[in-house]
Every structure is written in structure tokens, then in C-alpha cells.
């Protein structure tokens, strides 16, 4: 077993320093996708848990028992509910203020829209899918989405 020096140590720790905070600073709520559906969709939120200008990480489990992460974000013109898995290797999105980040390869997303900004490893936009959207209905003070 070959050891691990101070310099070899830094190099490791700072490479996934990035992913690590991005990783905490997501916020994560439980939903159930198959359990929470009502006739306005699945509840994923309370109104109040969002404002204009932000965005958060909601984590659940899809109908098959999945996890699934869901981006959603309060634009001035209403809601958006992201599927927050990467469209190159499925790897999970880490929220970075208006951007959505892969931390697989850096694929980066916009974080209102889906859009694709930079593609895996530095690839052009058009080799990758922008992130899906779910709909978006905010009814008696809750989020939904379908």
C-alpha cells in the first residue's frame, strides 16, 4: 500500500472540496412521487418555502422507488420544476447559484430554464439534452408539479 504524502493529500481533498460544498448547501425535502399525487399533481412544496430569485433541491423517490431529485425555481414570471439529473451519464445536479452543475464531468445547466450552458468536459451545448421539465401548478398556498 503506497502512502498518501501531504502534497498528494491537498491535491485529492481540494479536487473534491467543490462537489462536497456544493452537495450541502442543497436544500431536501421528501416526496413521494407515487404516494403524493392528488388531482393538481404531487405536492412538492409549501408557496412560502420559495421566493423570487431562488432555487432548491427537493429529493424524493419517483414511482418505482427511485430517487429523484427535482430543481425548483421562483422567476419573476412564475415557477420551474427541473429534473435535476444530468442528460449525459445521469449523474446528480449540485445547485451553484443560477446554475446547475454536474459534478461528473461539468456539464452546467441554467438553473430556471434547463438549458444547456456548457456540455460534459468543456463540450459544445448541442451534445447534450437540456434538463426535462415537469408541470407547474401552485394552488391554495402548495407547489405541485406533474
Do not use: W
Not at 57 to 82: C, N, P, Q
Amino acid at each position: 500500500m503506497s502512502r498518501i504524502n501531504r502534497r498528494r493529500f491537498l491535491v485529492i481533498a481540494t479536487s473534491l472540496l467543490p462537489a462536497f460544498m456544493l452537495s450541502k448547501a442543497q436544500a431536501s425535502t421528501g416526496f413521494n412521487l407515487a404516494k403524493a399525487a392528488t388531482s393538481n399533481g404531487t405536492l412538492l412544496a409549501k408557496s412560502s418555502a420559495i421566493k423570487v430569485g431562488q432555487s432548491q433541491v427537493y429529493t424524493g423517490k419517483d414511482a418505482s422507488g427511485r430517487s429523484l431529485e427535482i430543481v425548483l425555481s421562483r422567476t419573476k414570471t412564475g415557477l420551474v420544476a427541473l429534473n435535476g439529473t444530468c442528460t449525459h451519464q445521469g449523474c446528480t445536479v449540485a445547485l451553484n447559484k443560477t446554475k446547475l452543475v454536474c459534478p461528473c464531468h461539468g456539464s452546467t445547466f441554467e438553473a430556471t430554464s434547463g438549458a444547456v450552458v456548457l456540455g460534459p468536459s468543456g463540450a459544445p451545448k448541442s451534445s447534450i439534452k437540456p434538463l426535462y421539465k415537469y408541470k407547474v401548478v401552485e394552488k391554495s398556498g402548495n407547489i405541485y408539479i406533474s
